[in-house]
């Protein structure tokens, strides 16, 4: 008979898919909670090994090194995610040494990894000799990693900081990364009106403090969504940085999934404006239209979904007043809710990145009317991604001009968003907003 899954068990199965076979975890943990019968505490203890030990992989692996004086390359792709989530255990919950060692070697024999039983065990009562801060030195002595990070994103992180006014808050903003994200939804304008704990910045977000996302009141009907602050406000910032007119036409130029999509519909159906969303991926375009479906069955007419490259779609130049280009990016604003990511990414990443950005915003701004207004956005604050992209797009386009955003921003939100302000450019930040670290610029073609 097998033996009843449990919280390790299942924490175990997420990572190792993570490690081995590139799966999300934020998509990947949610499906194995709900095809399990964990009790809640068993639940939440699952969540946190899962979370906890991909955010401190870095740290964690530097114990490891240490514990079994050997490179980790040497070791088993199991057995290296069951040392990772023994240590983890013993280093940052308060887990007795051990019970960790004991669950951890227990697991591993039920994996049927008896001959790494041993090792597992010796590695892991090595690190029981030493008290948790004479690893926290050890960690904080290899320079591989700064506050569970490379050290090649904390030098970015430093870089953007010194441009907001925060270099000496580089602690922080890496740390903000390390803590759960709270849920937030955004109600759609027209369709659900915010209640209960509100969002502190938008108008349209409200906090959901436990419990299923899934059974909040008008997420069945897609009126409300599961919606970072930060985005919220980025598509807020473009269809409030002046009055929409009837007929004015909106252009989402990287739609999927979808969420900026339904906010800008939603303000554009209240005035008679429409909104054209263009996907290059036809899954992703799939999950746009889920997003759109309230205001699809109230407006038919509002929202149109167009699959193909933005780079090469035919479209009119000067045929919209508003196009939100939500590039893809790094996604280092994001690292709370794709822990693993930080470890996945590479400074190599930006090299394919950057180029794809630059032509993106050069199209939006060929395709913007005139005195029409375009956001650059992206889920990272890095300076290739965000301000040089958008200095090569100003150097390119002599009819274009910055346009002061967190000016916009702080007439959009419902209190001045303090500490957001990156010369003409808002750069949202976790450790001070409480959402991803978001960069908005917006950008108008003169008349």
């Known amino acids: 008979m097998a033996k009843a899954q449990t919280a390790r068990s299942l924490a ?46 870095g740290e964690l692996d530097v114990v490891i090194r240490h514990a079994a004086k050997r ?46 039983a041993g090792l597992i065990n010796a590695v892991l009562r090595n690190v029981s000799r030493q008290n948790s801060e004479h690893w926290a030195r050890i960690v904080a002595e290899d320079m591989s990693s700064v506050d569970a990070h490379p ?16 270099s000496a808050l580089l602690h922080q903003a890496l740390e903000a990364h390390n803590e759960a994200p709270r849920v937030t939804l955004v109600h759609l304008p027209g369709f659900s009106t915010p209640a209960g704990g509100l969002c502190v910045y938008s108008p349209l977000g409200s906090t959901l403090e436990g419990g299923n996302p899934a059974m909040a009141p008008g997420m069945s009907e897609d009126a409300v969504r599961v919606q970072d602050e930060g985005s919220q406000l980025a598509a807020l910032v473009l269809s409030r940085v002046e009055p929409l007119e009837p007929g004015s036409m909106i252009l989402d130029m990287c739609a999927g999934p979808g969420g900026k999509t339904a906010v800008l519909a939603s303000e554009a159906m209240a005035v ?93 701004l060929d395709l913007v009317a005139l005195g029409g207004v375009v956001a650059y956005v992206t889920c990272s604050p890095v300076v ?25 921003l702080d007439r959009v939100a419902k209190i001045p968003v303090v500490g957001a302000r990156r010369d003409q450019a808002v750069q949202l930040w976790t450790f001070r907003h409480g959402c991803d670290d978001m960069f908005i610029q917006l950008l108008r073609k003169k008349s």
Not at 72 to 77: A, E, I, N
Not at 80 to 103: F, K, N, S
Not at 385 to 408: K, N, R
């Open 151 to 166: 050290a090649w994103i904390a030098e970015k992180f430093e870089t953007v900081l010194a441009q907001s006014g925060g």
């Open 12 to 57: 175990y199965e997420v990572v190792h898919a993570v490690e081995a076979e590139g799966a999300y975890a934020n998509l990947r943990l949610p499906s194995a909670l709900g095809g399990s019968s964990l009790s809640e505490r068993d639940r939440a203890l699952a969540t946190e090994l899962v979370y906890g030990s991909l955010r401190r992989e």
């Open 272 to 364: 008679g404006a429409r909104v054209e969303a263009w996907e290059k991926a036809p899954h992703r375009a799939k999950l746009v239209a889920q997003s759109v479906s309230a205001l699809s069955r109230a407006s038919p007419t509002t929202v149109t979904i167009r699959v193909g490259d933005a780079l090469t779609l035919p479209a009119e130049e000067g045929s919209f007043q508003r196009i939100l280009v939500d590039a893809p990016c790094s996604g280092l604003g994001a690292l709370r809710r794709r822990p693993e990511a930080r470890w996945r990414k590479t400074p190599e990443d930006l090299d394919e990145l950057v180029p794809l950005q630059r032509a993106l915003l050069a199209r939006a």
């Open 71 to 116: 490179n980790l390359d040497t070791l088993q792709s199991e057995v290296v995610t069951l040392l990772r989530l023994g240590v983890y255990q013993m280093l940052y919950l308060r887990i007795p040494d051990h019970a960790a060692v004991d669950e951890t070697v227990n697991l591993a024999k039920e994996l049927s990894l008896q001959r790494a």
């Open 384 to 408: 290739e991604e965000t301000s040089e992209v958008v200095s090569f797009a100003i150097g390119s386009h002599p009819d274009i001009e910055l346009i002061d955003t967190p000016e916009v």
